[in-house]
């Protein structure tokens, strides 16, 4: 016994098991970090892109940024947009794993069903989005209008905040079954005879819900977060192709600015200092994740 | 007795309904793209819109067949090639990789596992020139290998985190047991772990799949000739500079969620009872 | 089933075990790329040079017989495109042996991206056909190849040229021009009792009586990026301000044109999300009594609604007409194959070529002697033909994208009613001063 208690001690094969996906992502996507924040501490635009010497100039861009009304603009749409969207979806996403898990004819393929909209690309997703959410021409101004909840069009897209509305409803809608699936599988690793020993003891559902589901569903909650979190937080081709930013700059998120800046402006290095903004705010939320994952397994 | 089942029975129904509806609600966008599809481009601008097409338009999809050095067929070949093979690397990279994180205390977990967040945290805008400039060193620009190793890149993190809750919630004495049983660590891992984890490994697998499936940028900025090129690249055809023919773009939509949803299909009840499949049975 | 999974458990092991291997080269294989990435950085003639001898080795490879390789680069997604262009390159590699052309397809959308990623990898064609208002952009990136002397532009029309031309230096040629126009729904305006409006008084009282039901009187498209400002320019034009004065009377009167449009219903706000195409199917649908747009709109609207009676006229005018030049330019980049480039590019640009393709396009030559008996007496590409002696292009500046934002800002701000068109104008004005110094 004494044997098999030090196996799990500390160990480096948990090393080896670990040591090639780490080394893959390191190999292709830490180059790139690394030679992005270099870039976002030089001065390339279109003119010494490929000739011209590129110079060092630190931390001029972030101060530049700093200024920058449409990139305040940006920073504060990224989080108010990826705080709504994972609220709503993961509300919605654990509400439909708890329905289709009970025991009915129809739970299953209507749940397979559900990942439907996981294999459309997404810019058509968006497209689509756009068109539904049109003033004039789009369904949903008309179904509202017929059953008489709205009297005239809404201009959806065409203002600020219900642009901003318009997208946090498209992403909630690709982000449910998301949620839903990992949650439900999640659902499924919890032992059924702590359900049925609580019915023993007389507990009601939502006891038993806060008691039993919650608890053994922590480790998956707190990873659909925070993966959600990440996805949600560099959303790009919604925003782009849905309201390119607009109007007026309202919508543009940090990576969608960062494209702007990037590839249609050509400033290069400015377009980095944006991604890397994003990458800062990761960060935080990131190390904030492993802190309580990593916290809950050494006790 | 007979009462009770009364009762579950007519739940049965209520459920079915209500699932139903639920279904009806959260499809509508896809009704919605395939109504679309069928319209001819001035009825989609009609105001008021109309709920179904009126004048029945196929022409889009005839145009799907064929569209400048375009070929439907090919493309899938190669969504699926690259997808597949996306796919493979993820799930055998992270599986073990996920086992670790759960179960092994080594020095650097907590940074190894901080690298497997930030490593998905940048856009994919900022990736795509430092990811060129090595493919085209590591001489796999312009082929698949290219999109399939960046398309990986999106699947291994995520299978990550996620299965490491799996392997968590198996009890240690399983193990312990095929220890006792003769297993080494490999073995053990091989013969007993995966199996209880099969739900993980089947929804990572399916997630890593969809991910590259959907993959525009990489599969794009990588390949260059059309006849490699995937399947998504298709949308081009009908969005280009002087705007979008939305019959043909959502006839696009609708002929590509085909094969994948006929390979969800075949394969549901594999997939279904991979992803349903209890971790630990009492 | 259990002997199924065991095999495939023991290749991932296997796979596992062979990366664990290799990983050592694999680090190793990073940090050469690095490293060749570093020199690259720090002397991009070096990494140039390299690059030729790569080239010049497959050259050796394939013996000298076989003809050299000429790439280029187009965005055009049309069938109808994409086949003209590979029957002008297949008659090319039939009639000669020195070089073989291919051509491959960038999307639009995508274009910008993928030469800046390519020009910062050194991975480019050898030719790319290019948007007119981009040509200065990339051409400062230097990855352009200068033509000047090696191309007669004389025959061209003279804003055709200017787009390509950087400090007298000629850095592309003229692939075919458009312009923007007015369209009008004919049938609409002869039930209202209107005629085509020539002024912006007469256009906003037309557009009034027009708009009725589910009609707007005029559209036209006014995103927030290069389509939109290519639309708006011929408005700001018109009243004798340039595209860098935002801020002058003329500036502001534009803006506040707009703003009227959108305000008195005349037009429809969500203009600001419609893309060209957009407009014209709103047009086609009988949603849009007029509409700004470009000729290449023409076959798509002849097929799509053969039974639509409309018309083509000058884009109303303020103090005088205009409107803006668009279009696509040859450009051959530097350090490719500019022999083999150049040569294509003279077979092209004859005349029986340029026909074939203008035509099937729905382009205008840009050839002005090729332009001129271009079309029929009846055509509807006429009007705009007219309308081309009034368009001029927009630059040519290398920071040309960062004018044309400060500019499609500030008319989606006026549109929005987000700011008023004199703050609007001014606040661009300032963006303006602070890039064109």
Known sequence: MKKVKKFFQYDNIGLLFAFPAFLYMLVFVGYPIISNIILSFQDVTMKNLVRGEKHFIWLQNYAELVRDSVFKKAFFNTLLFTVCCLAIQFVIGFALAVFFNKDFKVAKPVRGLLMMPWMIPITITALIFKFIFATDVGILNYILKSIGIISKNVE?????????????????????????????????????ELYESASIDGANKLQTFIKITLPM?????????????????????????????????????????????????????????VANALLVVLLIVGSFYIRTTTKGEET | ?????????????????????????????????LVTSLKTE??????????????????????????GDFNMFQSFGNSLIIALGAMVIAVTLAVPASYAMAR??????????????????????????????????????????????????????????????????????????????????????????????????????????LYAWGDLAYGMTFILDQQKRPMTAGIFNFMGQYGTKWSYLTAFAVVSIIPVALIFIFMQKYIISGMTSGAVKG | MKLKRLTACITAAVITAGIMAGCGNSQSAESTTKAENTTKTESTTKAEESNKTEAANKEADNGNQEAEKVTIWYYWETEGHQVALDKVITDYNGQQSNYEVTAKYVPFADFKKQLSIG???????????IDSPDHASYASMGIFADLTGKFD????????????TIDGALYGVPFGVNCLSLYYNADMLEAAGCTPPTTWDETLETAKKLTKDNVTGLAFCCLQNEEGTF???????????????????????????????????????????????????????????????????????????????????????????????????????????EAGALSFLEYATAEEQVKFMMNSFGYISADQSIAENQFEADSPYLPFVEQLKYAQPRGPLADWPSVSDAISLAFNKAMTGTATPEEAAAEAQTTIDGIVK
């Open chain 3, 119 to 129: 020009a910062s990898a050194s991975e480019l064609p050898d030719m790319v056909i």
């Open chain 1, 156 to 192: 959806w897209l065409t203002q600020p905040d219900t642009a901003m509305a318009a997208l946090i409803c498209a992403n909630v809608w690709i982000g449910i079954p998301f949620n839903m699936i990992l949650i439900s599988t999640g659902l499924t690793t919890i032992p059924k």
């Open chain 2, 104 to 209: 092994y205390q080594f020095k650097g977990k907590k940074l190894m596992l901080l690298g497997f967040l930030v490593t998905q945290m940048l856009p994919v805008s900022v990736l795509l020139t430092p990811m060129f400039i090595m493919f085209k060193h590591m001489h796999v620009y312009n082929t698949w290998y290219s999109a399939i190793l960046a398309d990986a890149t999106i699947g291994i993190p995520f299978s990550v985190l996620i299965l490491k809750n799996y392997f968590a919630s198996i009890p240690r004495e399983l193990e312990e047991a095929a220890y006792v049983d003769g297993c080494n660590r490999f073995t053990a891992f091989i013969r007993v772990l995966i199996p209880i984890a099969k739900s993980g490994v089947v929804v990572c697998a399916i997630f890593s799949f």
């Open chain 2, 42 to 67: 001035q009825e989609i601008f009609q105001i008021p819109p109309t709920f179904y097409p009126h004048v029945l338009n196929t022409k889009s999809y005839a145009a799907q067949i064929a569209t």
């Open chain 3, 231 to 337: 639309n708006f320019t011929p408005w700001l034009w018109s009243t004798g301000a340039t595209s860098y004065e935002m801020g002058s009377e003329g500036g502001i009167k534009a803006l506040t044109f707009l703003k009227n449009m959108v305000e008195s219903g005349a037009m429809s706000k969500e203009c600001i999300n419609w893309t060209q195409g957009d407009v014209m199917n709103q047009f086609i649908s009988g949603n849009a009594a007029m509409m700004v747009n470009g000729p290449w709109q023409i076959p798509t609207m002849q097929s799509e609604a053969p039974d639509l009676n409309w018309g083509v006229t000058l884009i109303p005018k303020d103090a005088e007409y205009a409107s803006v030049l668009g279009g696509e330019n040859y450009a051959v980049i530097a350090d490719g194959n």
């Open chain 3, 153 to 164: 532009v004389n025959q061209y029309y003279e804003g055709a040229v200017n787009s390509c």
């Open chain 1, 217 to 273: 569903l922590r480790s998956t909650i707190e990873s659909v977060l925070i993966l959600g979190f990440i996805y949600t937080f560099k959303v790009y081709d919604l925003v782009y192709v849905m309201t390119s930013g607009g109007p007026v700059n309202s919508t543009h998120m940090l990576s969608t600015y960062s494209y702007k800046l990037s590839f249609e402006m050509f400033q290069y290095s400015k377009g980095s200092a």
């Open chain 2, 1 to 33: 007795m007979k009462e009770e089942k009364r009762k579950i029975n007519k739940q049965n129904i209520i459920y079915s309904i209500l699932a139903i509806i639920l279904l009806c609600v959260l499809l509508f966008p896809l009704f919605w793209i």
